[in-house]
């Protein structure tokens, strides 16, 4: 009888926002906030830009996964100088 | 003094770079792939200007996962002169050998001038050539090249007179402090956001920038050696 083929490991969805700190002045929100208040948008107080950043990942559990995503942000995908974020983890088909 | 200038994909400053170190200065020069690990019998290592990986993510971000980084550390960490211009800081300072990082110039716009640049000390092998406050004319060209750090990396960086370059009277870019180039503690690894490579040959119009290299060879000529004694 062959070997059972293993079993693929699962594949979760991670949505990944990264935005300047809020202590970093951010030039292009700026620039926006004031466009936007050109345009009669005079309520319009502040606007911040950001990275939207979406990536599948296997993983044997959603902690291993949260932790994998978690690594990548703080090594990689962001400058912890003048960056922050927060993603969202689900499970992905 | 043998010199080693890192490309990386989308490295555009490269050859000006080797123009100045093998052909202007007559110093051996060896233009390395970023995905070489051996930097071999090198003084002198140069992270040049240019758009590594297409400033994708973050400028320099990518660059500084290259296989040839590993060498660059190590190389920085025994204390060998490393100097990264341009692109080449904003690699720096991802990789960690500097401090702080570059963020969007304050207008947003890319700017490619000429600017004034004051030399803040001259007792490291990149400056002994100049004066204190010698008013240097050098080119800029980025789009994020406006220094970063927070205020208590900040204060550190003056108690330890790491900062080597401000530019004087106008801000391009609107860096913290007006500062144009940092050292390490240690006065080995230097980057900049100006370009001196592009003030080394009179035929493009200037040279401030020639007495960084001549300054780094006098020192190694006297020193007969690449580690700084400070």
């Given at each position: 009888m062959p070997p059972e083929p293993p079993t693929p490991l699962p594949v979760y969805r991670a949505e990944i926002y990264i935005t300047l700190k809020p202590s970093v002045l951010d030039p292009a929100g700026t620039a926006i906030t004031k466009g936007l208040?050109?345009?009669?948008?005079?309520?319009?107080q502040q606007v911040r830009i950001g990275k939207y950043i979406e990536l599948t990942l296997t993983a044997t559990d959603p902690a291993t996964a949260h932790a994998q995503v978690e690594r990548m942000c703080?090594?990689?995908?962001?400058?912890?100088?003048?960056?922050?974020y927060r993603?969202?983890?689900?499970?992905?088909? | 003094m043998k010199c080693a200038i890192v490309v990386f994909p989308g490295s555009n400053c490269d050859r000006d770079m080797a123009w100045v170190t093998?052909?202007?200065?007559?110093?051996p020069t060896r233009l390395v792939w970023h995905g070489e690990t051996d930097l071999g019998e090198a003084d002198l290592v140069i992270l040049p200007g240019g758009f590594s990986y297409g400033d994708y993510l973050r400028c320099g971000a990518l660059a500084r996962f290259s296989p040839v980084m590993g060498a660059v550390v190590r190389h920085a960490q025994a204390g060998k002169w490393v100097l990264g211009v341009c692109n080449g800081f904003q690699i720096l300072t991802e990789a960690g050998l500097l401090p702080g990082t570059l963020m969007r110039n304050r207008e947003l716009r890319f700017i490619c001038d000429?600017?004034?640049?004051?030399?803040?000390?001259?007792?490291?092998?990149?400056?002994?050539?100049?004066d204190v406050n010698q008013i240097l004319t050098l080119p800029i060209a980025h789009g994020e090249g406006c220094y970063y750090a927070e205020p208590p990396v900040l204060q550190e960086l003056e108690q330890r007179r790491q900062v080597v370059f401000r530019y004087h009277g106008t801000n391009p870019n609107g860096s913290v402090a007006e500062i144009a180039g940092i050292c390490n503690p240690q006065g080995n690894v230097l980057g900049m956001m100006p370009h001196p490579e592009r003030a080394s040959d009179a035929d493009l119009g200037g040279t401030d920038g020639l007495g960084l290299f001549q300054g780094l060879l006098a020192w190694y000529a006297e020193n007969a050696c690449c580690r700084l004694s400070l």
């Open positions: 208040q050109q345009q009669q948008y005079e309520g319009v703080q090594e990689v995908l962001t400058n912890p100088v003048i960056e922050t993603f969202t983890l689900e499970a992905g088909r | 093998e052909q202007i200065l007559q110093q000429q600017v004034a640049v004051r030399v803040e000390r001259r007792d490291l092998a990149w400056t002994c050539q100049y």
